[in-house]
């Protein structure tokens, strides 16, 4: 089974700041179709999942641009390029290159100092 | 607009039935797979299963195979998640979510059902 490994597992970030939050997969995202199928999910207190980011770097609609993703094979990541106070809540990697086994990680939760 | 209305919370005792749901709209409910997802209070997400509505097709996590059941019903675009006995540890936040392309996963989410099990 794929594991996903977030780190850190708590983010306290200054407002105005970058923040960066990495996901470590224990096998290759490379789906044999040449894409990797890596999404960052937020989820607010209260709230339910929102995607941000799909398929390693690609926005979903609505999303700030201060969101990027990166990476690839084994080894991504999520910035935030300055950090706001609607940006606390947990965040989440996603993998479903070895669909229908979909693995998150385990979450990372971002507060403000 | 897609839109995934989830029913209402729900409290039961162990060892009690329950089938929550997922009212979809907004889109075309057998071009695209639902899923459920669970959250264990302050943990994090875990995908349970899903289905595609055409035609039944159902995939679950062998972590909850045989504890749930997961179904659909085309004419109402909308999706099923079933428990015939429930335990404590069933008490969680269960979310569906829309699968529009399904290597790349969850896009659109319900507001969640939360299920308490206690005696």
């Known amino acids: 089974d794929v594991v996903l490994t977030q780190s850190p597992l708590s983010l306290p970030v200054t407002l105005g700041q970058p923040a960066s939050i990495s996901c470590r997969s224990s096998?290759?995202?490379?789906?044999?179709?040449?894409?990797?199928?890596l999404n960052w999910f937020q989820q607010r207190p209260g709230q339910s999942p929102r995607r941000l980011i799909y398929?390693?770097?690609k926005r979903d609609s609505g999303v700030p641009e201060r969101f990027s993703g990166s990476g690839s094979g084994t080894d991504f990541t999520l910035k935030i390029s300055s950090v706001e106070a609607e940006d606390v809540g947990v965040y989440y990697c996603m993998q479903g290159t070895h669909w229908p086994l979909y693995t998150f990680g385990q979450g990372t939760k971002l507060e403000i100092k | 607009e897609v839109q995934l209305v989830q029913s209402g919370a729900e409290v039961k005792k162990p060892g009690e039935s329950l089938k929550i749901s997922c009212q979809t709209s907004g889109y075309t409910f057998t071009n695209c797979w639902i899923g459920w997802v669970r959250q264990l209070p302050g943990k994090g997400l875990e995908w349970m299963g899903i289905?595609?509505?055409?035609?039944?097709?159902?995939r679950y996590n062998p972590s909850f195979q045989g504890q749930v059941t997961i179904s659909a019903d085309k004419s109402i675009s909308t999706a099923y998640l079933q428990w015939h006995s429930l335990k404590v540890s069933d008490t969680a936040m269960y979310f569906c979510a829309r699968i529009a392309a399904r290597l790349v996963g969850f896009d659109y989410w319900g507001q969640g059902t939360l299920v308490t099990v206690s005696s």
């Open positions: 289905i595609y509505p055409s035609d039944s097709e159902i």
């Open positions: 398929k390693v770097s």
């Open positions: 096998q290759s995202l490379v789906h044999s179709d040449g894409n990797t199928y």
